[in-house]
């Protein structure tokens, strides 16, 4: 199985308990699937050892219709308009 992955978004934030997130834009080659993977780290350090990581993946509509604008957000729908901006000098 391929996937082909673009980051959206990363945030770290710290120092003491450390929180990560990342939003990728994946396509599986296989399946033909497009979709959001979100993942979520937590690290504590006054806990040696305590770390949870959980990922999840959801379809594009429902992460657009998320509450909130992240940078994930801004940066989707500024590939969406890449993609789909009017090339109407090019039709022939």
């Not at 199985?1 to 990728?24: F, H, N, S, W």
């Not at 806990?47 to 940066?75: K, N, S, V, W």
Request: with cysteine; net charge negative.
């Amino acid at each position: 199985m391929a996937l082909l992955k673009r980051d959206l978004y990363r945030e770290v934030r710290g120092p003491d308990i450390t929180q990560a997130d990342r939003c990728t834009l994946v396509f599986d080659t296989d399946s033909k699937r497009l979709y959001i993977e979100r993942e979520a780290a937590h690290f504590d350090a006054s806990c040696p050892g305590t770390f949870d990581c959980q990922t999840t993946t959801m379809d594009i509509a429902d992460y657009l219709t998320q509450g909130g604008q992240t940078t994930g957000h801004r940066e989707l729908w500024r590939l969406l308009r890449t993609l789909f901006k009017d090339d109407s000098d090019n039709i022939q």
